[in-house]
């Protein structure tokens, strides 16, 4: 399934073919997310059925057609209407002919967007934890390997005493350690909006379930346990921003690390070192106009990246701080491009 009709012919994102791995780019996707918008409403809807407002037969519909995601239907209806949730909801809805009329009962967007944007953030951060214990067993390998290897350390770029190659190495992978430790902490805090409806108040759950004897937190617990997903205690029309805030922060002490490391390794491949190198394939080629060269390009892409990542926690500190009151939108264009961002954290570097 294709996102739209989008090729080389016009400009894309250049992560959505040449840095990032196709994992991150898949959690990222607009059909994944679509998906997860209709996990989402399906969730909601089963807890709906529990407290008696609407059918089985109508769940069943919706849970029958789940991972009918139909991208053209539903950009052909965005046009009209302009908003690309909703444009979802009538695509879904016509899918659905005994189901349809229940999708997004008593909800706001951000019910769906932020709960959705919550189970990316926990798969997204899953994969980075697999990509960083990787980088970290292969560090201890070499440190293993290289712990009596002698080498000069150096200060102010001028040698100063001798050191180990393995005991360098040790310097890095002791920054990723805490990279990793810092990830964990974000990961498990990561929570969704829940089911408040608009501005947070659940007044409109409140108003369908009044006559059921369900509180809304109820259905909210029942749907969020059906998602695999935590709530916050209280928001306003979204989750709160300082979320995304944190964890962009712990993207930018994994970039930070990992520019650390490869500025090091540019250094030592210079010439006036000349202690360790890059592979450098049999047919790659160093400069057009100079052949010979042997460019250390993966290293240079990892800090050219890593610069790119370390702006981001300052978009989102704007996000949560200029959000007024319960709720500006002047924060959904630029996390659309942070989105596509959030894939160089488990990026694998090409030539620049």
Same mark, same amino acid.
Request: some cysteine; hydrophobic content about 40%; proline content about 4%.
């Given at each position: 399934?294709?996102?739209?009709?989008?090729?080389?012919?016009?400009?894309?994102?250049?992560?959505?073919?040449?840095?990032?791995?196709?994992?991150?780019?898949?959690?990222?996707?607009?059909?994944?997310?679509?998906?997860?918008?209709?996990?989402?409403?399906?969730?909601?809807?089963?807890?709906?059925?529990?407290?008696?407002?609407?059918?089985?037969?109508?769940?069943?519909?919706?849970?029958?057609?789940?991972?009918?995601?139909?991208?053209?239907?539903?950009?052909?209806?965005?046009?009209?209407?302009?908003?690309?949730?909703?444009?979802?909801?009538?695509?879904?809805?016509?899918?659905?002919?005994?189901?349809?009329?229940?999708?997004?009962?008593?909800?706001?967007?951000?019910?769906?967007?932020?709960?959705?944007?919550?189970?990316?953030?926990?798969?997204?951060?899953?994969?980075?934890?697999?990509?960083?214990?990787?980088?970290?067993?292969?560090?201890?390998?070499?440190?293993?390997?290289?712990?009596?290897?002698?080498?000069?350390?150096?200060?102010?770029?001028?040698?100063?005493?001798?050191?180990?190659?393995?005991?360098?190495?040790? +310097?890095? !992978?002791?920054? =990723?350690? /805490? @990279? #990793?430790?810092? &990830?964990?902490?974000?990961?498990? $805090?990561?929570?969704?909006?829940?089911?408040?409806?608009?501005?947070?108040?659940?007044?409109?759950?409140?108003?369908?379930?009044?006559?059921?004897?369900?509180?809304?937190?109820?259905?909210?617990?029942?749907?969020?346990?059906?998602?695999?997903?935590?709530?916050?205690?209280?928001?306003?029309?979204?989750?709160?921003?300082?979320?995304?805030?944190?964890?962009?922060?712990?993207?930018?002490?994994?970039? +930070?690390? !990992?520019?650390? =490391?490869? /500025? @090091? #390794?540019?250094? &030592?491949?210079?010439?006036?070192? $000349?202690?360790?190198?890059?592979?450098?394939?049999?047919?790659?080629?160093?400069?057009?106009?100079?052949?010979?060269?042997?460019?250390?390009?993966?290293?240079?892409?990892?800090?050219?990246?890593?610069?790119?990542?370390?702006?981001?926690?300052?978009?989102?500190?704007?996000?949560?701080?200029?959000?007024?009151?319960?709720?500006?939108?002047?924060?959904?264009?630029?996390?659309?491009?942070?989105?596509?961002?959030?894939?160089?954290?488990?990026?694998?570097?090409?030539?620049?």
């Amino acid at each position: 399934m294709t996102t739209g009709a989008y090729t080389h012919d016009t400009y894309i994102s250049p992560y959505t073919w040449r840095y990032g791995s196709d994992a991150m780019r898949r959690i990222w996707s607009e059909v994944n997310k679509r998906l997860l918008w209709r996990r989402i409403w399906v969730a909601l809807a089963r807890a709906q059925a529990e407290a008696g407002l609407v059918r089985p037969e109508q769940v069943a519909d919706l849970e029958a057609h789940r991972e009918d995601v139909d991208w053209e239907r539903a950009q052909e209806i965005e046009r009209d209407l302009r908003h690309d949730l909703m444009a979802e909801v009538r695509a879904y809805a016509e899918q659905c002919p005994v189901g349809g009329g229940i999708i997004h009962l008593g909800a706001t967007s951000m019910d769906v967007e932020d709960n959705a944007d919550a189970l990316r953030l926990g798969d997204a951060l899953a994969l980075v934890r697999e990509r960083l214990r990787a980088v970290l067993g292969a560090l201890a390998e070499r440190i293993e390997a290289e712990a009596d290897t002698l080498t000069m350390a150096y200060t102010h770029l001028q040698p100063a005493e001798p050191t180990t190659l393995g005991y360098r190495l040790s +310097q890095y !992978a002791q920054d =990723f350690l /805490l @990279d #990793l430790d810092a &990830l964990e902490g974000a990961a498990a $805090g990561v929570r969704g909006k829940g089911f408040k409806g608009a501005v947070g108040t659940s007044a409109s759950y409140q108003h369908l379930l009044e006559e059921r004897g369900v509180p809304p937190r109820a259905l909210e617990e029942r749907a969020m346990a059906q998602l695999g997903l935590l709530a916050y205690r209280v928001t306003s029309q979204t989750y709160p921003r300082k979320m995304d805030y944190q964890v962009l922060s712990v993207l930018a002490g994994i970039a +930070q690390s !990992a520019h650390k =490391f490869a /500025l @090091d #390794l540019r250094l &030592l491949q210079s010439p006036l070192f $000349g202690e360790l190198a890059e592979p450098f394939g049999r047919h790659q080629v160093g400069s057009s106009a100079m052949p010979f060269k042997r460019n250390p390009v993966a290293s240079e892409t990892i800090c050219s990246l890593a610069r790119a990542v370390a702006g981001l926690p300052r978009i989102a500190w704007d996000n949560a701080a200029l959000s007024a009151l319960e709720r500006t939108l002047d924060d959904s264009a630029n996390r659309r491009s942070a989105r596509s961002a959030r894939s160089v954290s488990s990026t694998s570097p090409s030539a620049g």
